[in-house]
DNA sequence: ATTGTAATGATTTTATTTTGCAACTTCCTC
DNA sequence: GAGGAAGTTGCAAAATAAAATCATTACAAT
């Protein structure tokens, strides 16, 4: 985490940005929510419990630079708001998502499925691939077991998530 | 063109909707502009040509209403705007777009490159695929001629690319 | 210490999209 | 046809997200 953070600092620093106490606190909360997709306005709200001075405006423009320097990927999942989610450090390509039209979850795949999909693409469409965006939408396997089966005890204290 | 007016007509009649004129003028502005990617405002410019006295308002609750009955597809694509491209008929999944981050144009694949790619999916993840987005970013086939008679390969990957 | 530059926070502005509502059509039933 | 419910419309207002503005502050390099 700290290492993390550290390589976050010398990317900006390379880029000649400052690791300013506002934004290593909005980084800190990003690779605290790693498995969420946070809005600005969630990081926002997070932030201001560590450092309630903060403005929105500023985070706003922390998630612009991250965005900039690939640490982050701005996304969009179709409702109107854009959320912020980290890369894998050293990820060539973004990672994709498993939206839930069910319960809402979104879930991850950082293995990258599409190498021979841009490769057709780069062939036959002459498109040189630079990143992807694919996102899933379909049922989740928490949502699939709860469908198929009376719900179990195990199951539903497995399951945590909120609309 | 007159027959696939008549279907939608159809699909909105069976889910107890009226074609009225508002919405079929919007539907004839999404055929006849079947290539472009029209935003909500784009639309309502080229409606209002045909039946100037329609409401903003109206295109909105058209297209949604459209994108419900999966005739159109609500895509965004990084800039603050939703745009809405209309489905191929009978098409079980959305196709795919190629933005290029050089001069913007987004082009289409209509064929289904994700078959293997979701199998996996449903397979190692247990996820029950129901529709997908793709979109490529990258260097379209024109920019990449472009770049390529004023200058070497070598100097146009080392391009950087700004804002 | 002084200066120049970058960064910040509060506020305002812009743009997009949604909602509330009264008026207006449709299409039934009588 | 008259009456009525339901769906639809246009306008205006409101809600929302994001970007821009700007005076102030922090900080590194003199």
Known sequence: MESRIERI???LHSASYKLTPQREATVRVLLEHEEDHLSAEDVYLLVKEKAPEIGLATVYRTLE???ELKVVDKINFGDGVS???LRQEGAAHFHHHLVCIEC???DEIQEDLLEDVEKVVERDWKFQVKDHRLTFHGICWRC??????EETKEESLEKQHVE
Chains 1, 2 share one sequence.
């Open 65 to 67: 630079l991250l965005n």
């Open 104 to 106: 809402g979850a979104v």
């Open 144 to 149: 699939q077991e709860k469908n198929g089966t």
């Open 83 to 85: 959320r912020y989610d």
């Open 9 to 11: 600092k010398k990317q």
